[in-house]
C-alpha cells in the first residue's frame, strides 16, 4: 500500500520524510494551490462577461467565490493528480491552523480523490509527534475552513470595493484593507498627537552624594534627584499638558526655570543634608511566559533588530527543519513534555537552586486563542541547546531567543529589593533609588530586552551605601539640570505589533505582512527602527475617517474578528453576516454609492495641517505645497525625508522661496568659477554646480551627508561633496582603484576589483568622507564585512547553481535584506514560493530568472496595472485591477482597447520556504 502526504513546502517534505515508512511519499503543494483571480487575465472565459468576475465574488449568489489555479501552480497541481493515481491513500499535512486547513480543502476540491483521504495535524516536526499524528489522522474540519473562506472573501470585498474609490479621489495605486487600514490610522493618529504637541521645559538638580561611614557597606558615592521644595512636589515631565506646553491645570506643583535652578544650587550646596527617611520593599519577579507569535515578533524586533517578515521567515524555516513548534500561535501554554524538557535544561545548566519550587504552567487568556495549543518552543521532548544544533547567523540567534525564553519559564523568580532613600537640605527634598538583587533566578537565563543576562543583572542593580536615618552624607557636586518635555513615541513595528493584538485587530499570524504591506503601499517609511506615516497615509485616513469611520474604527474591526472566531466554532452564520456586511442597508456596497458622490477629489488630495500657510496636497509624484501668490498659484515638491509632524512654517517657506525667488547661493567654485546652489528636492537637501542648460541639463549634484543641515553648509564642504567620488589611491594587493563617495546609505569606501566586482565599507564614527585618507581607507577594507542590521548581502554567494545555458555567468543564489534571492548578471529574482537555498535547482532558478526578466520588459512597454492586493493570502490590502475589461462586454470597435487592459497580469512571487499567512 502507497501513502500520498502533501505538505506546503519542500524542506517540510524533506524533514517529514525522515520520520514515515518507505510506503509514504512526500509531496509539496508550495503553499496554496488555487485562489481569488489577481488579475484579468486570470478570469475563465466563462465568467469574463460576468460584472462580478473582476470582484471574484458574486455577491449576488450567496457570495460565491470564483477561485482559479494561478499560471505558476498549474504544473504543480497536475504532479499532485499524477502522483495520487500511483496511491491508495491521500494525507494532507498542512499546517494545523485555518489557512492549513483551507489548503487542505482546495487540494480536495482540486485533486478529487478517488482513494481514502486523512487529515494529518502537528504542531512540531519530530519523529514523535509525525508518528502520533499518522495515527491519530481525522476530516478536514469544514468549520475552520468556512471561517477562513470568510476571511478572505471579506479582504478581497473591501479592498476591491474601496481601493478604485481611492484611485479615482486621490491616487491610483492606492489600497485600502480590512485590517491594513485600521493599522494604517493608528499610525496616523500618533503623529497628529506629535504634530498637536506643544513642548514644555522644566529644571531640577541632581546631587552627587558621598556617604564616609566606617565599614566599606556605609561607604560610597551615589546620585539623588530634587523631588520637592517647601514641601511642594517639583514639577517634573509627566505634570505637562502636552496640548499646550504648560502644567495641567489643577496641579500643584513647583515649576522651575533656569535661574531658579542655579540659585537653588549655590544656596543649598554647602548645607547640611541628612537622611530622613528609608524604605526597604523586598519584590519578586516571574519569567514571562514562553512566545506567542506577536510577542516573538516583538522581541525578536527589539533584541535582534529584525522585522517581523524577517522573524517569520526565519520561524518558518526553522519550523520546518524541525527545531521548534508551529510559530503561529496566539497560545502561551506548554505541554507537560516541553515542561520536563525545560525543567531538565535549567537543572543541567543552571541547578536545582535555579530551578522553580513547582512545574509553572501558563494560560492562555484570549478568548480568540487559535489551533495550535502550545506556545513558540524548542520542539521534542527534550531541547537541543543552540551549539547542538549546528545553526548559524539569524537561525542560530532566533532559536537561542526561544530557547532561553522556554527554559526560563522553569526557573525560580528573581527575588530583589528596591531602595528609596529621602534626604533633606534646608527646605528642598532629594529622593536616592536603588535597587538590589538578592537571587537573580530566571534572570540568569533570559532578561527581556537584553543579549547579555549578565550583563542586565548588573545594570538593573544600582547599589546605595548602607546609611541610617539621621546620617549626614556629604554633597560632592550639585548641578543644575535642564528637560523639555518629548512628543508621544512613534510606534516601532514591536509596539505595533502590540497594540494591534491588545486591540484585538488582525491575528498575530498575520502582523508581519501588515506591516510589510503599509511600507510597500507607500503609507509609512521606516525612520531609525521607527514607523513614519507618509502625507499619503494622512489622506486617505481622512477619506475613510470622515466617509467611512467604521472600517477604520478599532472596535468595529475587532468584533468583525471576534465574528470570525465565532464562524470557526459555529456560533455564527457566515452568509447572513457577509450578506449584512456588504448589501445590508449600511453595507459597505450601499456605503460607496452613496458616499462616492459626496466625495471631493480636490479637498480628499488636501492634507489637513494648522498653522501652514500652503496646502498640502497628494499628487501623482508625491506630496507636494501649493499657495496662491502675487504671481499665480506656486507648487514644490516635499521631500520625502520630511515626515507630516516636522513641516513647520519655516520649513514650509524655504520651500516655496526656493521656488518663486531661485535657489540659495553658498558661492563660487574656486576652480571654474560656476555658481554653486543649495537647493531641497525631493529626496533631502543637496548642492548643485551651475545652472540647468539644454547644453547642460543634469548639472554636478551632491547630497548633504546625515546630520548636515542646510545651515552649516560652507562653500569648501560644497565644493568637497561636488568632488566626490575621492580617489584615494591604488590597493597594494589588487591594483585596484579605491574610492570614497556618498551614497543612498550614506558615505562609504570602495574598492574596485575589477572582474571580481567592487568591495564597500561604510564608514565608522568619526571618518568623514572628504577628509578620510588612504591608510585609513585600507583599515576599513581589511575589516570584515558587517552587514546592516543582520541583514545585508554577503560578498559571497550561499550557493552556486551553476553557469546559465546561454551566456556561461555563474547563477547564484544571495541573502538580501528581503530574503534569499537568485541573480544572474543584472537580473534578481527572489526563490520561488517552498524553494529554499539547499532545495532549489538550476532549471528552477532559471525559470524564475525568465519570469522576472519578461516582468521587467513588460514593465517598460506596457503602463503596470497596480492593484491594491497585497497579497492573495492576507487581509491587509485587496483592491482589484482597475481593468473594466472583463466585467463588461465590449463591442467590435472597442474590442482592442479591452484586450489592452486585460493584457497585465500580476506575479506573485515568495520568499523561500515562507508561505504568505492569511489567517490571523
Avoid at 512526500?26 to 468576475?53: F, Y
Avoid at 554646480?689 to 547644453?695: H, P, S, V
Wanted: aromatic share 6%.
Amino acid at each position: 500500500m502507497s501513502t500520498l502526504v502533501i505538505v506546503e513546502s519542500p524542506t517540510k517534505a524533506r524533514t517529514i520524510r525522515n520520520y514515515l515508512p518507505s510506503g509514504y511519499r512526500v509531496e509539496a503543494s508550495m503553499g496554496h494551490v488555487r485562489d481569488l483571480p489577481q488579475s484579468a487575465s486570470e478570469i475563465p472565459a466563462n465568467a469574463k462577461g460576468e460584472k462580478w468576475a473582476q470582484l471574484g465574488v458574486n455577491v449576488e449568489n450567496n457570495f460565491e467565490p470564483l477561485y482559479v489555479v494561478p499560471q505558476d501552480k498549474k504544473k504543480i497541481v497536475k504532479e499532485l493528480k499524477d502522483a495520487l493515481k500511483q496511491a491508495d491513500e491521500l494525507v494532507l499535512a498542512t499546517d494545523e491552523d485555518r489557512e492549513g486547513e483551507s489548503i487542505s480543502w482546495h487540494l480536495l476540491q482540486l485533486l478529487q480523490p478517488k482513494v481514502p483521504t486523512k487529515r494529518m495535524v502537528f504542531h512540531e516536526i519530530t519523529q514523535e509527534a509525525i508518528q502520533e499524528a499518522i495515527q491519530n489522522c481525522r476530516e478536514v474540519d469544514e468549520r475552520l475552513v468556512r471561517a477562513q473562506e470568510t476571511r478572505r472573501i471579506l479582504d478581497r470585498l473591501v479592498g476591491y470595493t474601496l481601493s478604485p474609490l481611492l484611485w479615482k479621489k486621490i491616487a491610483f495605486g492606492l489600497s485600502a484593507g480590512r485590517v491594513q487600514s485600521v493599522a494604517v490610522r493608528l499610525l496616523v493618529t500618533r503623529e497628529r498627537q506629535r504634530r498637536a504637541f506643544r513642548k514644555g521645559s522644566y529644571w531640577d538638580l541632581k546631587a552627587n552624594l558621598e556617604a564616609r561611614g566606617e565599614t566599606p557597606e556605609t561607604q560610597g558615592s551615589f546620585e539623588a534627584r530634587l523631588v520637592s521644595l517647601a514641601g511642594i512636589k517639583v514639577a517634573t515631565g509627566a505634570d505637562f499638558d502636552e496640548a499646550t506646553g504648560q502644567i495641567m491645570a489643577g496641579r500643584s506643583v513647583t515649576l522651575l526655570n533656569e535661574a531658579e535652578a542655579r540659585a537653588l544650587a549655590d544656596r543649598i550646596h554647602d548645607r547640611p543634608w541628612t537622611v530622613t527617611n528609608l524604605e526597604e520593599r523586598p519584590v519578586t519577579r516571574k519569567p514571562s511566559p514562553p512566545f506567542t507569535t506577536s510577542t516573538l515578533q516583538q522581541e525578536a524586533n527589539r533584541k535582534l533588530g529584525l522585522s517581523a517578515r524577517e522573524t517569520m521567515r526565519v520561524a518558518q524555516s526553522l519550523y520546518e527543519q524541525g527545531y521548534i513548534t508551529y510559530m503561529r500561535t496566539d497560545s502561551i501554554n506548554l505541554s507537560q513534555q516541553a515542561i520536563a524538557a525545560a525543567r531538565a535544561c535549567v537543572e543541567e545548566k543552571y541547578g536545582t537552586d535555579y530551578l522553580s519550587p513547582q512545574p509553572r504552567q501558563y494560560s492562555t487568556k484570549s478568548k480568540g486563542a487559535q489551533e495550535a495549543h502550545e506556545a513558540i518552543r524548542p520542539a521534542g521532548s527534550s531541547f537541543r541547546t543552540p551549539k547542538q544544533t549546528g545553526l548559524k547567523e539569524r537561525e542560530l540567534r532566533l532559536y537561542d531567543l526561544i530557547w532561553k525564553r522556554t527554559v526560563a519559564t522553569q526557573m525560580a523568580e528573581a527575588r530583589q529589593t528596591n531602595i528609596t532613600m529621602q534626604i533633606q537640605v534646608e527646605d528642598a527634598g532629594f529622593r536616592a533609588s536603588g535597587k538590589r538583587i538578592d537571587f537573580p533566578g530566571f534572570f540568569r537565563a533570559y532578561v527581556e530586552g537584553s543579549d547579555d543576562p549578565d550583563a542586565a543583572i548588573e545594570d538593573q542593580e544600582v547599589i546605595l551605601p548602607r546609611l541610617e536615618i539621621g546620617d549626614t552624607p556629604a554633597c560632592t557636586d550639585l548641578e543644575a539640570i535642564g528637560h523639555e518635555t518629548q512628543p508621544p513615541a512613534r510606534y516601532t513595528e514591536a509596539s505595533l505589533v502590540k497594540m494591534l493584538e491588545s486591540e484585538g485587530i488582525g491575528r498575530p499570524s498575520t502582523y508581519a505582512s501588515i506591516i510589510g504591506t503599509i511600507i510597500d503601499r507607500g503609507y509609512a517609511q521606516m525612520v531609525s527602527n521607527a514607523l513614519v506615516p507618509t502625507f499619503t497615509a494622512f489622506a486617505v485616513t481622512s477619506l475613510l475617517e470622515k466617509y467611512f469611520p467604521d472600517l477604520v474604527d478599532t472596535s468595529f474591526t475587532a468584533k468583525m474578528e471576534q465574528t470570525l472566531d465565532e464562524i470557526s466554532t459555529g456560533e455564527a452564520k457566515w452568509l447572513p453576516y457577509l450578506k449584512e456586511f456588504y448589501l445590508g442597508k449600511h453595507g459597505l456596497e450601499t456605503q460607496v454609492k452613496e458616499q462616492e458622490s459626496q466625495i471631493d477629489p480636490n479637498a480628499a488630495r488636501t492634507v489637513e495641517l494648522e498653522n501652514l500657510a500652503a496646502k498640502v496636497r497628494i499628487g501623482r509624484f508625491g506630496a507636494y505645497l501649493e499657495i496662491d501668490g502675487e504671481e499665480g498659484q506656486v507648487k514644490a515638491s516635499i521631500p520625502k525625508d520630511l515626515t507630516p509632524s516636522d513641516l513647520d512654517p519655516e520649513q514650509v517657506e524655504t520651500l516655496l522661496r526656493q521656488k518663486t525667488e531661485g535657489p540659495d547661493k553658498v558661492g563660487f567654485h574656486p576652480e571654474t568659477g560656476e555658481p554653486i546652489y543649495l537647493l531641497i528636492g525631493a529626496y533631502g537637501p543637496y548642492v548643485q554646480l551651475g545652472d540647468a542648460t539644454d547644453e547642460n541639463p543634469k548639472p554636478k549634484r551632491a547630497s548633504l551627508p546625515k546630520g548636515v543641515t542646510p545651515d552649516n553648509v560652507t562653500l569648501e564642504m560644497a565644493v568637497g561633496l561636488l568632488a566626490l567620488p575621492r580617489n584615494l589611491g591604488i590597493h597594494p594587493e589588487t591594483g585596484g582603484k579605491i574610492q570614497a563617495s556618498l551614497g543612498r546609505f550614506g558615505p562609504y569606501i570602495v574598492h574596485d576589483q575589477g572582474k571580481e566586482g567592487k568591495e564597500y565599507r561604510s564608514l565608522k564614527a568619526g571618518d568623514d568622507v572628504l577628509t578620510i585618507d588612504f591608510d585609513r581607507a585600507l583599515a576599513l577594507l581589511a575589516e570584515p564585512k558587517a552587514t546592516r542590521g543582520g541583514r545585508g548581502k554577503s560578498k559571497a554567494p550561499l550557493r552556486e547553481l551553476g553557469a546559465h545555458p546561454k551566456d556561461g555567468e555563474s547563477v547564484n543564489i544571495y541573502e538580501g535584506p528581503y530574503g534569499n534571492y537568485i541573480k544572474h548578471g543584472k537580473v534578481n529574482a527572489s526563490l520561488p514560493e517552498g524553494q529554499t537555498v539547499e532545495s532549489i535547482t538550476l532549471a528552477i532558478a532559471l525559470d524564475a530568472l525568465t519570469a522576472k526578466a519578461s516582468s521587467k520588459k513588460a514593465g517598460k512597454s506596457t503602463k503596470s496595472r497596480k492593484t491594491a492586493e497585497a497579497s492573495s493570502n492576507d487581509d491587509t490590502a485587496e483592491t482589484a485591477s482597475k481593468s473594466k475589461a472583463a466585467s463588461t462586454t465590449k463591442k467590435a470597435s472597442t474590442s482592442k482597447t479591452a484586450a489592452k487592459k486585460t493584457t497585465t497580469k500580476k506575479t506573485t512571487t515568495a520568499t523561500a520556504s515562507t508561505r504568505k499567512k492569511a489567517d490571523p
